[in-house]
Every structure is written in C-alpha cells, then in structure tokens.
C-alpha cells in the first residue's frame, strides 16, 4: 500500500508558494494509504535533482527538510511518495522514488503505487540483459523496464524520447497495476496509469498556476482550480522548460477497467470521492450490516445497551451507520469506542511474524469497564482473522460477556497481487476454515459470491469459532453491489469473486487455487 503526489510550478504563475508547499499540503491527506514515511524527488534547473527520505508519519508532515547546502534550492518540479511497511525482511531499498543513477538528461526517478503481477518474468529478462537491480522492488524494474525502452529506442540514436510511443510499450509488457510518476533529468514529470485502472491517479490545475497530481482527488481539498481523474491507459506528459500539459492516451484496445475495491472499502481517504465520498458509502454499508445483524441479537437484549465499536481509523463510518440502523428499531444501544491503537501504523502489510507481533503492540482496550457488556465490533473486511482474533480476545479478558463481529464486505476469498500485500490464498480467514469443512461444504463453498445463503452461515460461524466470537455477519456480495457507487462496471470485486482483473493474476490465482484443493479429500466435478 502506497501513495504518490507531484507538483509542478508553471512558468506564468506568480505565486509565492513552492512546490514543496503544495506537497505539504497534499500528503497528510493521503496519509492512510501509509504510515511508514515518504520519500521525494524534486528538480530545479542549473542545479537538478535532490532527494529527501523521511520516516516521518505523513499526516504529521510540516516541514519538509532539505541539506543546508541546498538552501537556494527551489525546485519547479517534484514527485513524493507515501509508503506502508515493507513485507520483505530488508526494507531499506524500498524508499521512493528510487532513480537510476543516470547524470543529465538520461537521468530519471520514479514513484510507483500499485505492483507488477509480471514482475520475475520481466527481472530475469532484464538480468539476462545484464541489467542489475540494488533491491528488489517494482518501482526499480519499471523503472529500469523504462530506462531500456528509452536506451534502445532513444539515447543511442540522440533521439528525443517520445513518450506516448515509450509508455505504450511500457503498458503492452506489464501485467498488473500501475499509478506513476516519473521525473526525468530535464524536469519532464509523466504521470502513468496503466490500462487496467485498478490503482487510481488524479490531476489538478490550479488557479494559482501549479499543476498537481495524486493519488486521491482528497489530496486537492481547500485548493481552487479544475480536477479531472487520468483515465487507464493515458500519460499526462508536462515539459520541464514550458509547463505544457499533454494528455495521450497509451493503450493500442480497450480493456475492461475497474478501480481496486479496497479503495472504496479501506485503503481509499473518507473524503476521497468517487460518484460519491467513500465515506457515504461506507456509512450506507454500515446501514444494511445493521438491518442483517438486529435478528441475531435478540438473545443478547436486555436493560444492558449494547455496545457498538469500530476498529480504529477505518472501521468508524461503518460502525456509525450500523448504529443508526439500529437505533432505529428501538433497541438500546451505545456508540462507543472500546478499541484505541497505541500507534497509527496499518497491520494489513508486513512481515507474518512482525505482523502479528504490531497487532499485540498496537491495540488495548480503551474503556475500563465493558464487564458483561455485549459488544459488536464493525470492520470493514475480515482478511485473515488474526486482528479480530486479537480484539476479540482482549475484549473477553477485559469481562465482555460476549463479542459480535459485523464485516462490511462478503468474505474474501481471493489474493491480491496489485499492492495490498496479500499475497497468497493460505493466509485468507476464509481458506483456512475452509480445509476444516465437509467435502459436500467445501464444494458448495467454492462458488463464491453466488454460495447459497445457507452456506454463507455455515462460513460465518465456522469463522466466528476461529475468533473466538458470538457471531461474524458478512455483507452479502449482491447488497455490497447494489451500495456501490460503481456497481459492477466500475471496480474489480475480484476479493469476492475470485475474478482476478489481469490475465497473469488469473493465471497464478487460478494456479494456487489447484494446488490448495488437490491437497484435500474432494467430492468429483467440485470445480466447475
């Protein structure tokens, strides 16, 4: 999970502000796609590209530090880049933007979010070129994929790069999805969504006379002048020396594009917006999870209100439209927060053993007294079950009477290998109760978001014995669509469907979905 920004000063404007301003401005808006620190690359002509890293928390960003030596430095360009926690052991090569170590006009930096599905089939391509890597990242193959391009085709001949043709061979060789931004050594900054839009990429031209881009259209809030989303398949080409802006469109056919759910579920800003805030949506999810879980709390009613949680930082709309929900119906409930976090890093991302080692660290109960209270805690999605696990145990240690959990999605049942770090289908809640069920179970069970409502019970209680709870509610599929701005058409629901979005990511899902069930006793014809 990552973010990206770029802000280019243009050669009419006359503000005060620099480019460093507007980054101050947008990454602290962008601040939950991660929590790791950020990086940023920035260009002023006569002297340049200068880096800077921090591991400072992008929402506490106030000042951006630079080397005294550069006190003079006002750069017209830059790019940054917002990071989660690296799931390989040795992270320290996954600061971006990462550059090519290239001097002059050959020199180029990039911030990617997003992943290469395809990414050991392009590396040893390019190793048996004699290209070498210093880690192990996708931002450095796509950039190293670009530097080739524009050797072969360009700086070789003393051609200027053209770079509609450059990232339509880009986008034709990369499986996967892709949000970049790319600054070259002679302040060019080219913004990059590849074909399958699943990770999302915004633009802004301000009146004031900067041209930005973002990850999110949230970035842009309390600043004035024409936003546009850049399509799948299109660069925005800005030139260093004019600041004209040119927008090209890099894909040869048109491909079915849909935004990540988890956007729109988790990743996404409340404040971003698509059609609608992910925060109403959100709120609306939490409104039809309260109308499905009233019937099963019949038993725990009583003088005692029960509580309604959230998980901290993203689980809070969900939760407040539970709660009005339910209030609605007469019962006695209480809004309350009995989780708080002790730091703000997200756990999704990680090391297996660091992970849950965070989980441990990173949550407590909030509230002294929940002794006997019936507790719902609402989240926007069950992944792998250890942080409800978690919650669940520390609630019932604390002398809850008895824990329900309310999911604002169906279950997932697929990997994502688009930037989420989930990366395998073992480590899915749904997977690893799925080997404890009957043959006839684990047959009906593998179609997915069309099981039977029936069966959807057997899942959520079979989860709910894994955590330790009263209760799991999953969000039907078909209620989660009708919720969606979007609908069908406009987002991968590919966590729930097991309909991956590209082709190499069907190809390898489908490739550990054969492996998971040989393994295991099965009736005949279970896959379709």
Avoid at 58 to 72: C, F, G, H, K, S
Avoid at 109 to 135: M, P, T
Avoid at 358 to 363: C, M, T, V
Avoid at 463 to 478: D, E, K, R
């Amino acid at each position: 999970m990552s973010g990206v920004a770029g802000a280019v000063l243009l050669p009419s404007s006359r503000s005060r502000e620099t480019v460093y301003d507007r980054l101050k401005h947008m990454l602290p808006k962008l601040a939950l796609r991660g929590q790791a620190g950020f990086g940023l690359a920035a260009f002023m002509h006569e002297k340049r590209v200068q880096y800077t890293k921090s591991s400072q928390p992008p929402r506490d960003l106030t000042t951006i530090d630079y080397d005294e030596q550069y006190a003079d430095f006002r750069p017209h360009a830059a790019i940054a880049h917002i990071r989660s926690p690296s799931s390989r052991e040795h992270d320290e090569n996954d600061v971006q933007p990462v550059h090519n170590h290239q001097a002059g006009y050959r020199h180029l930096a990039i911030s990617l979010d997003g992943a290469l599905v395809n990414a050991d089939e392009i590396r040893k391509e390019l190793l048996a070129q004699g290209h070498s890597f210093d880690g192990e990242t996708d931002a450095e193959l796509l950039l190293k994929l670009i530097e080739r391009t524009c050797q072969a085709h360009y700086w070789r001949h003393g051609l200027p790069v053209n770079h509609k043709t450059l990232f339509r061979e880009i986008d034709n060789r990369i499986d996967g999805a892709v949000s970049a931004l790319l600054l070259d050594g002679e302040g060019n900054l080219i913004a990059f969504r590849n074909r399958y839009g699943l990770r999302p990429l915004e633009f802004m031209q301000t009146d004031d006379g900067f041209l930005l881009f973002a990850s999110e259209n949230c970035a842009f809030s309390g600043l004035q002048g024409k936003a546009e989303e850049i399509l799948p398949g299109h660069i925005k080409y800005v030139n260093g020396r004019t600041g004209e802006c040119l927008d090209r469109s890099v894909c040869d056919a048109r491909h079915n594009t849909r935004l990540c759910a988890y956007e729109t579920l988790y990743l996404g800003s409340p404040d971003t917006s698509k059609r609608q805030s992910h925060l109403e949506t959100r709120y609306n999810i939490g409104a039809a999870l309260g109308k499905l879980i009233a019937p099963r709390l019949t038993a725990e009613v009583g003088t005692a209100p029960i509580i309604v949680s959230s998980m901290p930082r993203t689980g809070g709309p969900y939760a407040d439209g539970l709660f009005a929900s339910l209030v609605e119906d007469g019962a006695i409930f209480r809004r309350q927060e009995v989780i708080a976090t002790q730091f703000s890093q997200r756990t999704l991302v990680g090391i297996v053993d660091k992970r849950i080692s965070l989980i441990s660290k990173k949550y407590r109960v909030a509230e002294k007294d929940v002794a006997d209270s019936t507790i719902i805690m609402v989240d926007e999605a069950l992944i792998r079950g250890d942080t409800s696990r978690a919650v669940t145990n520390m609630l019932l240690s604390a002398g809850a009477k008895a824990v329900h959990w309310a999911i604002g999605s169906p279950p997932i049942v697929a990997p994502n290998y688009y930037g989420m770090g989930i990366d395998t289908m073992e480590e899915l809640a749904f997977w690893q109760i799925w080997k404890t069920l009957q043959p006839e179970q684990r047959k009906q069970s593998l179609r997915f978001h069309n099981i039977e409502p029936q069966m959807l019970r057997v899942i959520e209680s079979t989860i709910a014995v894994s955590i330790n709870s009263a209760t799991v509610t999953y969000l039907p599929f078909q209620v989660l669509v009708s919720l969606l701005p979007q609908g069908h058409n406009g987002i991968d629901l590919s966590p729930f469907t097991f309909e991956m979005p590209t082709p190499a990511g069907q190809k390898r899902a489908n490739k550990n979905l054969d492996k998971l069930i040989s393994d295991l006793p099965f009736p005949e014809s279970a896959v379709a």
